[in-house]
């Protein structure tokens, strides 16, 4: 069964950065809720409330929410409209498939003036004669009435008629009490004999069965093997068992009540509980792993495991490293003894990988001379490579004496320079030559 709890309430309050005391709308359906309360207290604010499909059997605890606007309690086991007077801002409430009988405790809504909408089809109210023209006469602020809007003319009639109404809506509804307290009473009287089969199941013999014969329980008494049945057997026989008593319940025809809605819930909750203990049994305690063995020597060992930094232990031994993440062992042999007081253990900040630095026994580490070389420049470089070419540069020599080979500098012959000719000026005849004509027509030469 679920009850309202500060947990509850912070958990569907995300929105609101989980605070419950600013909260403005809260949803709390299909909880399994029994019992209304905390609400008022924890969460004045509220303006919209959702409680659908629960088990509420009484609307209770909610009149200083001053607020609140919407309230929802379909599918509840609500039997009588009660305890809202105090929400003065409320504008609508669905009551929609509940058991409320009472029609005339609708008159408590009278104070609520700002109430618009109401909602309670699915009641065994709605199936009353009349039933739309009372509600309509009791409460004038209404304007919608199951989803359908309420006009003027239906009123003036229904307050017209609301005297010739009423006294029918009371039988109705003294009828509907007697017939609901009959199935109070069967439904308590079936409850109290379910409880004490159970009584006698749990009181069963040691192999939960009765036995009417004497000498029959003697002769399995004495009898080991019937003690003793195999596992399987029993887990079978139980898981028979179970499956036939589920389908009894659920083939089984019954009203819509209150009882039944509650009954239904048990089954459930009885049937988890079963599956639940099924499942324990068939967990199997896993026999620790053997790291070492007798003679002392160390095993490879990997388990499955998610990496988590603060659940990490790693041990460093002379043959052997082992790394528990969760409690499961990964161990590695080594090849050569290490040291551990000198070994470390990180985590790449580039990729995450645990790395684990072993330096090995008799060996000299010379991280100094390392970091020493790397530190020489590009020109230091370029000049060492030089120095060492030139050490080891061998010269082409050619012998003379040899006319085998083509003489290497005759090849291409040298053009002889020739001196360039300045061209000669032209001479422009003057006027003293013998042989200049002068023309008028030309013009003169500037």
Request: net charge negative.
């Amino acid at each position: 069964m679920g009850w309202i709890t500060e947990d509850l309430i912070r958990r569907n309050a995300e929105h609101n950065d989980c605070v419950i005391f600013s909260l403005e709308e809260l949803s709390l359906h299909q909880q399994e809720i029994e019992r209304l309360e905390h609400i008022d207290k924890w969460c004045r604010d509220l303006k919209i409330l959702y409680l659908q499909n629960n088990l509420i059997g009484k609307i209770e605890n909610v009149s200083k929410l001053k607020k609140l606007e919407y309230l929802n309690l379909a599918l509840n086991n609500i039997e009588k409209i009660e305890n809202l007077e105090g929400c003065e801002e409320l504008a609508k409430l669905d009551l929609t498939v509940n058991f409320i009988g009472e029609l005339s405790s609708i008159k408590n809504l009278q104070h609520n003036i700002h109430l618009k909408e109401l909602f309670l089809m699915g009641n065994p109210c709605a199936s009353f004669d009349h039933y739309r023209e009372f509600v309509v006469a009791t409460l004038p602020q209404l304007k919608w009435l199951d989803g359908k809007e309420i006009e003027p003319s239906e009123r003036i009639k229904a307050l017209q008629d609301y005297s010739v109404i009423e006294p029918q809506i009371r039988e109705q509804e003294k009828d509907h009490c007697l017939k609901r307290a009959k199935l109070k009473e069967e439904a308590q009287r079936k409850h109290q004999e379910e409880d004490k089969n159970e009584d006698k199941r749990s009181n069963a013999g040691f192999d939960g069965r009765w036995y009417t014969d004497i000498n029959a329980t003697l002769s399995s008494l004495e009898s080991k093997d019937h003690l003793q049945a195999p596992d399987t057997e029993e887990h079978n026989t139980k898981k028979l068992d179970n499956s036939e008593d589920d389908l009894e319940f659920w083939n089984k025809p019954c009203l819509f009540t209150p009882e039944s809605r509650l009954e239904t819930l048990r089954h459930m909750e009885k049937q988890r509980k079963k599956q639940e203990k099924l499942s324990e049994k068939k967990k199997k305690v896993k026999p620790p792993r053997t790291l070492i063995t007798e003679d002392g020597k160390a095993l490879n060992v990997n388990e499955p495991k998610y990496m988590d930094t603060s659940l990490i232990d790693v041990d460093v031994q002379p043959t052997y490293v082992r790394v528990m993440i969760k409690g499961k062992p990964f161990q590695l042999v080594l090849p050569a003894e290490v040291k551990p007081d000198s070994s470390s253990a990180k985590r790449s900040q580039t990729t995450g990988h645990l790395v684990i630095c072993m330096p090995k026994v008799g060996e000299v580490i010379t991280g100094g001379q390392r970091a020493f070389k790397s530190m020489k420049t590009t020109s230091d470089r370029s000049r060492e490579q030089t120095n060492t070419r030139s050490k080891h540069m061998e010269k082409l020599e050619v012998d003379p004496s040899k006319h085998s080979f083509p003489d290497v500098t005759n090849i291409v012959q040298e053009k002889k320079h020739t001196p360039r000719r300045r061209p000669e000026p032209k001479i422009i005849p003057s006027e003293e030559d013998p042989t200049f004509e002068d023309n008028p027509e030309v013009p003169p030469l500037i």
